[in-house]
């Protein structure tokens, strides 16, 4: 089994930052793309930020320019630096990595529970 397990959210006024990681552990051969979706109440769940293995990013349009994805592959690790942040950024933050167990599987998505960001006004 792979688990994700997600840090780093909480509580923070409008214009501050904060730092979310995300360790994948558990059996697995090999990971692709790690990212990170949110989901704020009544809302549907949406891409904030992902990154392949080579490195290569995709974000959101509203967090452009002011979160930024990282990743550790040796740790298996995932991290979103979020800066300038907004009440509309309140929401759920959802870990989710594309992973196989064994060489000759195909990729897979996983999620972590999620981690509650909240941003005051």
């Known amino acids: 089994q792979v688990q994700l397990v997600e840090s780093g959210g909480g509580l923070v006024q409008a214009g501050g930052s904060l730092r979310l990681s995300c360790e994948a552990s558990?059996?697995?051969?090999?990971?692709?793309?790690m990212g990170w979706y949110r989901q704020a109440p009544g809302k549907q769940r949406e891409l904030v930020a992902a990154?392949?293995?080579?490195?290569?990013?995709n974000y959101a349009d509203s967090v452009k320019g002011r979160f930024t994805i990282s990743r550790d592959n040796a740790k298996n690790t995932v991290y979103l630096q979020m800066k300038s942040l907004k009440p509309e950024d309140t929401a759920v933050y959802y870990c989710?990595?594309?992973?196989?167990?064994?060489?000759?599987?195909?990729?897979?998505?996983?999620w972590g529970q999620g981690t509650q960001v909240t941003v005051s006004s």
């Open positions: 990154i392949t293995s080579g490195g290569s990013t």
């Open positions: 989710n990595a594309d992973g196989k167990r064994v060489y000759y599987s195909d990729y897979l998505p996983y």
């Open positions: 558990g059996s697995i051969f090999s990971i692709n793309t």
